[in-house]
């Protein structure tokens, strides 16, 4: 299983999921030092990836490119948080935060995009960049007030954890993560559940998701979220992989797990639908607005897509 094992592309699958291992090494010990972080700035060294309003920064173009930018003091005098990312090739690299100017900044080298937009248009390196900036970006932007006292927080270790400035709390805070177990089932042999959401996209069919709860295990939250859903028990509980899911701040959990129940009882008010689907309906899956396959840079299609090749 490990094709490959170092430090910034720690991964066991041949091929990580899209916006995982990314290849950036994230150097935690550099985070304390203030010396060195300040070092790469001045000197002009380091690479900066812009945050407008929860957008990244890409260059136009087919395929668009992830844009990072030469860092400078000017440059970041005008950012509001900054956060030291980690290293690739050595080159320092920081998420900074723009949405404070009235329209996006830094035109010349390209457009801000949302990158739920265009995410999966770019490199895996890049993409795996751009969602790390962008979550640990509006994480600041959530965070600027202490949950425990309410007074400021302010950021600390280049922006990995966030304090409370009332001396008498002085609670840390550390980046948020929301987890959610995203489960393929199947049925032992031909056939695997699928179902949508009314606001998605017309055709949109996904693998069943949903958060994990306090108290609960993962396999816990995987077998209560496909009773609640589509009303089936569940066995053969298996891990697959994970995926940071940034928008805002998820860690997708992948599973699969079978069931020997062949009747869904699906939870209108959660989905529009659910239903079986067979190898073959998948393999002539239309992709139109009557029926498509979930979105490639998730890990609902690479669940979908190694279940169809096992
Ligand atoms: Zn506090």
Same mark, same amino acid.
């Given at each position: &299983?490990?094709?490959?094992?170092?430090?910034?592309? $720690?991964?066991?699958?041949?091929?990580?999921? +899209?916006?995982?291992?990314?290849?950036?090494?994230?150097?935690?010990? $550099?985070?304390?030092?203030?010396?060195?972080?300040?070092?790469?700035?001045?000197?002009?060294?380091?690479?900066?990836?812009?945050?407008?309003?929860?957008?990244? @920064?890409?260059?136009?173009?087919?395929?668009?490119?992830?844009?990072?930018?030469?860092?400078?003091?000017? /440059? @970041?005098?005008?950012?509001?948080?900054?956060? =030291?990312?980690?290293?690739?090739? #050595?080159?320092?690299? =920081?998420?900074?935060?723009?949405?404070?100017?009235?329209?996006?900044?830094?035109?010349?080298?390209?457009?801000?995009?949302?990158?739920?937009?265009?995410?999966?248009? /770019?490199?895996?390196?890049?993409?795996?960049?751009?969602?790390?900036?962008?979550?640990?970006?509006?994480?600041?932007?959530?965070?600027?007030?202490?949950?425990?006292?309410?007074?400021?927080?302010?950021?600390?270790?280049?922006?990995?954890?966030?304090?409370?400035?009332?001396?008498?709390?002085?609670?840390?805070? +550390?980046?948020?993560?929301?987890?959610?177990?995203? &489960?393929?089932?199947?049925?032992?042999?031909?056939?695997?559940? @699928?179902?949508?959401?009314?606001?998605?996209?017309?055709?949109?069919?996904?693998? /069943?998701?949903?958060?994990?709860?306090?108290? #609960?295990?993962? #396999?816990?939250?995987?077998?209560?979220?496909?009773?609640?859903?589509?009303?089936?028990?569940?066995?053969?509980?298996?891990?697959?992989?994970?995926?940071?899911?940034?928008?805002?701040?998820?860690? &997708? $959990?992948?599973?699969?797990?079978?069931?020997? %129940?062949?009747?869904?009882?699906?939870?209108?008010? #959660? @989905?529009?639908?659910?239903?079986? =689907?067979?190898?073959?309906?998948? /393999?002539?899956?239309?992709?139109?607005?009557? =029926?498509?396959?979930?979105?490639?840079?998730?890990?609902?299609?690479?669940?979908? %897509? %190694?279940?169809?090749?096992?």
């Amino acid at each position: &299983m490990h094709e490959f094992y170092r430090r910034g592309s $720690l991964c066991a699958m041949k091929t990580p999921n +899209f916006y995982a291992s990314g290849g950036i090494d994230r150097a935690a010990h $550099l985070r304390s030092d203030e010396q060195w972080i300040k070092a790469q700035i001045d000197d002009q060294v380091a690479r900066v990836v812009p945050v407008w309003r929860s957008q990244n @920064l890409v260059r136009p173009g087919d395929p668009p490119g992830g844009v990072a930018v030469d860092a400078s003091r000017g /440059l @970041l005098m005008g950012a509001g948080s900054v956060v =030291f990312l980690g290293l690739i090739e #050595e080159v320092a690299h =920081f998420a900074a935060d723009f949405s404070a100017y009235d329209e996006p900044p830094l035109e010349e080298h390209g457009q801000f995009r949302d990158m739920r937009g265009v995410g999966q248009l /770019l490199s895996h390196q890049e993409g795996a960049l751009l969602v790390y900036a962008r979550a640990t970006i509006q994480w600041h932007a959530r965070h600027q007030f202490c949950g425990v006292c309410g007074n400021a927080t302010i950021s600390q270790d280049s922006g990995h954890m966030r304090k409370c400035t009332n001396a008498d709390c002085a609670t840390q805070h +550390f980046p948020r993560l929301d987890p959610a177990v995203i &489960m393929l089932i199947h049925d032992g042999g031909d056939r695997l559940i @699928l179902g949508r959401q009314k606001n998605w996209p017309p055709g949109q069919h996904s693998v /069943l998701a949903g958060f994990v709860e306090p108290g #609960e295990s993962l #396999e816990d939250a995987v077998a209560r979220e496909i009773f609640e859903e589509v009303g089936v028990e569940i066995t053969d509980i298996h891990y697959h992989s994970s995926q940071p899911w940034p928008f805002p701040s998820s860690i &997708m $959990l992948g599973y699969t797990a079978r069931t020997s %129940d062949t009747t869904l009882n699906v939870a209108r008010d #959660e @989905l529009e639908d659910a239903r079986w =689907f067979t190898r073959d309906e998948l /393999l002539n899956s239309p992709e139109n607005d009557s =029926f498509r396959l979930p979105r490639r840079d998730s890990i609902s299609r690479r669940l979908i %897509d %190694d279940w169809m090749n096992a």
